[in-house]
């Protein structure tokens, strides 16, 4: 979820300005100056800029600007670091259009790209001083979710009353107050509940369950995700979960008339028969003990998928074409689903006192099995990026 929140800062001097200033636009957080931009600007000289407007209309006491901290949800987002300081840009413009000076600075020494709004207290038009009911923030919050939809990204859902600060922070404090680490880390965690609460209508459950075995539950095949190969048939094999968690391949048992009918079968196609019918261990769950993590904390959230492929012949390999064509890869949303649910854990985790690595894996692997006539067999195997339908139209 992105989020803003107007930061209450105590700022009544000119050197109050410049210290904020020194802060917003240093070289490690902008990258050298590369992420400030200024609207209402003739100059980069923007304290003198600030205190001429100021002078000009005689207002120089009182608060000298107001400080606005805005947080895109990096959950999901390809963009470039350029492309977000558009959208930072594009989201100043509506208080620029209003008649005031805005500082737009990105800063990208955090783990999440966050931008700071610094508008003059002095609107260089109609030079009153600054003023904002919770329906002109509200109003604020609108403008932002528009932009964030054009670029792909997670709206603000919070009420305006969370995005007004009641904690007035004095400038001796520092500037820890503008970064909303407790925030942004809170918000983080706050979302792994609601990702389980509304996971993405794309997802579904690779097994259905079906009937119970004894204390056992026998689960069928369900279709496969919507973006792998949307013609292919269900998987022909059930599972069954045992009581102690792990998982298996259910039995059947065998009758007389089925020995007599397998007897008559080639002892390749018997063999293959048989060990249908044989019980044989699907997984079994690995239960890691708290010490175990805590020695060497990370938590590996598996989205891969793997296709294996066998061609046996030149036919066979014409078809496997046709069907890799119809490949998509994974949905933008579930890709977006799968990073927020491993931001959050991360923020979960921190929240309960452990620094632990978290790895999402969405990547597709297929492996492509070449038989020859004289019996040798090559296998390539290549973790692929498949095509969506929108890039084979481009």
Request: proline share 4%; with cysteine.
């Amino acid at each position: 979820m992105a989020f803003l929140k107007d930061v209450n800062v105590n700022g009544r001097t000119v050197f109050d300005t410049n210290n904020l200033l020194v802060y917003l636009t240093d070289y490690l957080k902008t990258d050298g100056g590369k992420y400030v931009a200024g609207l209402g600007f003739v100059t980069n000289n923007y304290l003198d800029e600030f205190q001429l407007v100021k002078v000009t209309n005689q207002k120089t006491a009182g608060r000298q600007f107001r400080q606005i901290t805005i947080v895109p949800s990096p959950a999901g987002s390809k963009l470039s670091h350029e492309q977000y300081m558009e959208m930072g840009q594009e989201i100043a413009q509506y208080y620029y259009i209003q008649g005031y000076q805005v500082l737009v600075t990105m800063h990208i020494d955090t783990d999440t790209i966050h931008f700071h709004l610094m508008l003059n207290s002095v609107n260089f038009r109609t030079g009153k001083m600054f003023s904002q009911s919770k329906s002109e923030l509200n109003r604020f919050k609108l403008h932002c979710n528009h932009i964030f939809d054009k670029y792909g990204l997670d709206l603000i859902g919070k009420p305006v009353e969370m995005m007004i600060d009641t904690v007035v922070h004095e400038m001796s404090e520092g500037f820890e107050c503008l970064e909303l680490f407790d925030e942004i880390m809170a918000d983080k965690a706050i979302s792994l509940s609601d990702l389980y609460k509304e996971p993405v209508a794309e997802h579904q459950p690779l097994y259905t369950p079906e009937y119970t075995m004894g204390d056992c539950i026998v689960c069928a095949p369900t279709q496969t995700r919507n973006y792998f190969n949307p013609d292919a048939p269900k998987p022909w094999t059930r599972i069954v979960i045992h009581p102690d968690g792990s998982l298996g391949i259910p039995t059947y048992p065998l009758d007389e008339i089925d020995m007599h009918i397998i007897s008559f079968m080639s002892p390749e196609l018997r063999q293959r028969v048989l060990s249908i019918y044989q019980q044989r261990p699907y997984y079994r769950r690995q239960v890691v003990s708290g010490k175990q993590f805590a020695e060497n904390p990370t938590l590996f959230l598996n989205n891969s998928c793997e296709i294996n492929i066998i061609i046996e012949s030149d036919a066979e390999r014409e078809n496997v074409i046709a069907v890799l064509g119809r490949l998509r890869r994974m949905a933008e949303a579930e890709r977006a689903y799968n990073t927020k649910l491993g931001v959050a854990s991360v923020a979960q985790l921190d929240q309960l006192g452990v620094a632990a690595n978290v790895t999402t894996d969405n990547s597709t692997t297929l492996n492509v099995t070449i038989k020859g006539k004289d019996g040798t067999e090559e296998t390539a195997r290549e973790v692929i990026d498949l095509p969506c339908e929108d890039d084979k139209n481009n």
